[in-house]
Structure formats: structure tokens, C-alpha cells
């Protein structure tokens, strides 16, 4: 048996958490329309429905929060954070934003119109897998938003080592046969939809050079960028003797934009970022609608503070025993429910294990959406908040308005960074275990309320039968 590594931190401060009874929990989520995003926190017990801005951050980070400078223009912590992006990834030009889709918001519109200027007509974003903000801004800058993912990834059960991979020959034919729509490609490591699943060096360079060769403009969607690297150290044998930092500069060098939600790997509660490598040109025109959306271009929504616990966090990111015990843990709890014969995307991803409802419920059709189920019996068991990465999240197909199913019924698990001990990660597997036990009793869903967009986050629903 290999010798156990613990935290490479200690508790210096605790947050105390409540548990409920079975009683609290079915009131409360009957008034929040059985949809775990409507929960109050105080009524959930372990909170996995995101590792977004949930993590704790060090006392390196704090101390520097009190160095922050609070300056309308030409802040101190901007020029601090600008210097760390320059230092990690080696990109030039850094607009500071309120979280990740605060710069899908300044940036893609920009894109879009540079590509109605080249002669695109039905404009069109490329990505191993959108995230569902970065798919939402796309349609909402009036482009389309297609995912080439490889298709190891759809089958949760074959544990293929870099399933957040792109399909280069799909990837390929469309960049042949639809050049002129084409905006951007965007590169999603780690993968968050299809499960935390890394996307390989190889892979990454491929996908990027295609574009290159085709004009088109490479994007890092860069939220789990350390993952990503310690996923490419830890499986690439080329990278086996590579530092996490050249890793990422590596990673990085093939791109000519990345947007960040720093809430992730940049260990920070709020902030995000859109970086330029060195076009100046395009970083103006961004700058110029990043002032009304977001703010000034040196704070871009954020107080000082913010930046400057960022410009630490993004260093603490990359440290090695940080990331071994973070993806540790992840795995941990995907194995303890792998040996209780629950089905689990495989390999474990990098901050979730994702739980395939479909196998659990192989009856419950996606627009009764079994994930969703699956995270409501959680939640009533234990107090456990999960989220539902499947047809719920997914949305209608915004042209036919049909609900379509998504490639995925999975519940995703999220870990936050930092935050929950092995002792949560037990009691987090023996509830789902009881769970699972009782799958033909639960009832599927449907909507008693659906918004146009990001409908996940609002929706009602009742139970049916099965
Ligand atoms: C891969 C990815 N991209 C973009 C976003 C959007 O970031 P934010 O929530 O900070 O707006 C997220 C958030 O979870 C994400 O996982």
C-alpha cells in the first residue's frame, strides 16, 4: 500500500457547518421547487454544488487583501496581478474582470464582429466542450457554440487518460469545410463538462495549430489550468521530470487569448481575467467594453483586495503539493464510490467526481431529468448539496426550442479547494451509497417553472410518476 500524504496545510480557522433533520430538509427543498440551486447554504450540511469561489484562501493571500490597493485608476494590486499573469503564462496584456463570464461577456461580441468583417455569416465558436456561461455568451453575441469532444468521453465507464481531448478529425473537417464562419477556437482545460477530464500536450498543440494554419484565434478557457498541468505531469511521460510551471507556459504558448474564472484554480472567492498575449489591437478594443460592463479597465469589477489575493492565488496554484492533495481527495471519494459499485466518470476528474445518473436510472428519460433527481435524494439523505451536469443544464436547442438529450446525465460532486477533510469526503460517499440503494423509489421531475436561459439555476419542479 502506498504511504498516505496528508494536506500540506493546518486549520488556522474554522467555519462551523449544521446538520438538519430529514424533516428540515424535505421543507426546505419543497420551498426551494426541489432544486438544490435555490437552497439556503445554512440548510445544507456539506455544500459540493460548486468549487467556484469556495475554496479557501492561505494566509499568504489575506495578508496581501490588506495590502490592496483600493485606487479608481492605475491600482497598485492591478499592476501586481498584471505582473503574475505575465510571470505564469507569459502574456502581455491582462484586463481584470468580476469572474469568468465577465470576460466572455467583453470579449466575444469583439470577436464576433472582427468575423462578420471577414465575411462570416453564420458565425460559429469551436470548442473541445463550452462551458454552459461560455455557451450562453456565445448565442448571446449571436454566434453558435459547437463542441468536437472525443468520444472516449461519452462512455463514463472506459478510463481513457485525456478525455477532455478534441476529435482533431472532426476539429479538422469543420475548419476545412466551414472556414469563414469560424470566430475562435476555445480550449477548456481542464474539461468541466465532460467531467474535470484533462485535455492532453498533444492534443492541445494539434488543436491550436490547426487554427493557427487557418487564421483563426486560439482561446484557453484557463479555470482549471493547474489541474490540467498536474494532469499532464502525472500521465504524459514526456512531462514526468517538468515543473507545474513550465508545464503551464507550455500549455500556454499555443494560445493568443485566455479568458479565467479565477474562482477555480486561481483560488480566489471572487475575479477573473482576460489575457492577450500581444495583440494590442484586439486588448483595446476589449478594454473599451470591458469600462461600461465591468468597470475601469485596472479593477474591471473588482476592489483592489480582490486583485491582490488573486496575484497570490494564482502562485499558490501552481504549487505541486497542493495540487497532489487537492486531486487526491477528488480521487479518493471517486474510488470509495467505485468500490460501491457506483457508476463514476472514469478516470476521476480533477475537482468533481461526476456520477452517471443514467446507469442508476436507466428509465428516467433526460427532459425528467435524472441527475436532478439524484441530487434531490442526496440532498433529503444527508444534508449533501450536488449539482446536475445533464439535459437540465444543457437547455433547449435554441433554433428548434426542443428539448434534446444531452450527452450526459451526470451529478457532479465539486470539491472546493482547501476546504473539506477526508472525514466530509466518508460521510459524502456513505450517504450517496444509501441513496443509490433506494434508486427505484425515487420520482422523476418535471417543470413547474423554466426560464429561456441558464434555466438550472431558477427552475421549479414536481415529481411525477414513474
Ligand atoms: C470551464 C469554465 N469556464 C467558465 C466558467 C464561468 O466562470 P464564472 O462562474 O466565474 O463566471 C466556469 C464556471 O464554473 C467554468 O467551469
Redesign the pocket.
Known sequence: MSKSVPEPWRIKMIEPIRMTTKAQRKKALIEAGLNPFILKSEDVFIDLL?D?GTGAMSDRQWANILLGDESYAGSKSYYQLSQAVNEIFDFQYTIPVH????AEQILFPVLVELAKEKGASDPVFLSNHH?D??KAHVELAGARANNFICSSSLQTEIADDWKGNFDLNELSNEIKNNLKNIVAIII?VTC?SVGGQPVSMDNIRSAARMARDAGIPVII?A??FAENAYFIKQRDHAFFHETIPNIVKEMFSEADIFTM?A??DGMVNIG?LCCFRNNESLFKQVQLRCVPMEGFVTYGGLAGRDMAAMAVGLQEALEEDHLHSRITQVEYLGHKLQQAGIPIQTPVGGHAVFVDARKIFPDIKPENFPAQVLCNALYLESGVRATEIGSLMMGRNPITGQQEPALFELMRLTIPRRTYTDNHMNYVADSLIEVVKKADTLKPLEFEYESKILRQFTARFREIER
Do not use: E, I, V
Request: glycine share 16%; net charge positive.
Open positions: 460548486t467556484s469572474q469568468g463570464r465577465g462551458f456561461t461560455t477548456t468541466n478557457d479555470a482549471r474564472s474562482k477555480k477573473g
